[in-house]
């Protein structure tokens, strides 16, 4: 339930918010303010807030080698990333709820037999995060609040190994599972009428699996060299921080804007640790792989039109710069630097229940580049296609 654009971060995590170009740091329209702000959930009029929806996702990549004598394609993935937020307000001032959703994930799949196959072949990783949450406000201006985020993580990883005493390939498969803690906290201010300005911090989470399971499909007669095995895995999910301002216009139209600064330079290495002897694996098997990311500034802007009581509009796009160096392109992500043009719709057949929809379009700039350690080189082009569906309900 993931892409593999921006880096592993997934940013699909309300459809009203992603039909505005995934602004929602400053907004208080309904329980999606548990995850994008929870200083916001407080300003959420009703007493209670429900929100769920899920995105099909559709990612493209093709390599392309240096000298133009080979291409492939990725093989088409769908995934499913989704979301499920409520809220209650026991009095006027404090908001307490919980906030579901996947907001981290990679899945991709190459075909059997290509030449990157020996750094990947497919990999699926996922993480579904629970926070429990508590928002107060203050006179009606300033929102805080803060959520403990549960984090459950599972991998799933398939890469080929080259055997030298055979022409045939051998593989790996590692497996595992784990749950590791964080929080988020925000504030929002609302200084003047139709005016919101949100800081939100959400932090680094840790992930590490202790004890998956490596299991090697290599020929019989080197079978002894690679025996089944423990393994762990630390892939480090980092930590956003977020400013957002918006401003109704008129009693119809909004405009809003979003910096996100994901301090991506966290993962710097992919660390395998294998729990027993490990000699006869290749090198980019053992230890820690270097990645080294680079932290970014995400620039998002979104727009919101009332039509009437019934049909509300939004439209949106963003920038968001690849994490990932030149000398360090693996096709595990095969990050380019990306552009955003979002849209979406609300209908509201009855009071306080809406039907939204909302689709996204994100276009990877054509990137040639090489990991180095494996000297590994060629050209990625990427895209994405996503549209959304959720429901609404407040009362």
Known sequence: MATFAGGYQVGLHSIRNIGMGLIGTSLTYDASSLFYNPGGASFVNEKFSFSGGLTYLMAYATFQSDNN??????????????????????????????AVNTPYGLSMSWPDGWKGRYLIQNVTFNAITIQPTVSYKIKDII?????????????????????????????????????????????????????????????RIAMAVSGGNAK????????????????????????????????????????????????WSTYDSLIFNFNTDSSKLPHNMTSS????????????????????????????????????????????????????????????PLKGFSIDVSFEYLMGRLRSGTYSPENFAGTYKTAFYMPGFGLTYNF
């Not at 004598?69 to 009095?91: D, L, R, S």
């Not at 796009?317 to 990932?324: A, K, L, N, R, T």
């Open 216 to 263: 090697f499909t290599v020929p019989s007669n080197v079978s002894s060299k690679f025996p089944y095995n423990k393994v762990d895995v630390s892939l480090p999910l980092p930590a956003n921080l977020d400013f957002g301002v918006s401003y109704e216009i008129t009693d119809k139209v909004m405009v809003g804007l979003d910096l996100n600064y994901v301090f």
């Open 143 to 203: 929102g805080i609040g803060a959520g403990f985020v549960i984090s459950y993580g599972n991998v799933n990883l398939n890469k080929a190994i080259p055997i030298p005493v055979d022409t045939v390939d051998g593989s790996v498969n590692i497996k595992g599972n784990t749950t590791k803690y964080g929080f988020n906290a925000g504030i929002l201010i609302h200084p003047i009428k139709k005016l919101n300005i949100g800081i939100d911090y959400r932090s």
């Open 69 to 98: 004598t080979y291409q492939e394609h990725m093989k088409n993935v769908v995934n499913y990333p989704f979301y499920f937020y409520a809220a209650y307000k026991p009095i006027k001032d404090l908001s307490v709820g919980v």
């Open 289 to 348: 792989t270097p990645r080294l990311y680079k932290d970014r500034l995400i620039a998002r802007l979104g727009v919101q039109w009332k039509i009437n009581n019934m049909v509300t509009v939004r439209a949106g796009g963003y920038y968001d710069p690849s994490p990932v160096l030149t000398d360090y392109m693996d096709p595990m992500l095969p990050s380019s630097d990306e552009t955003a043009l979002t849209c979406g719709l609300s209908i509201f």
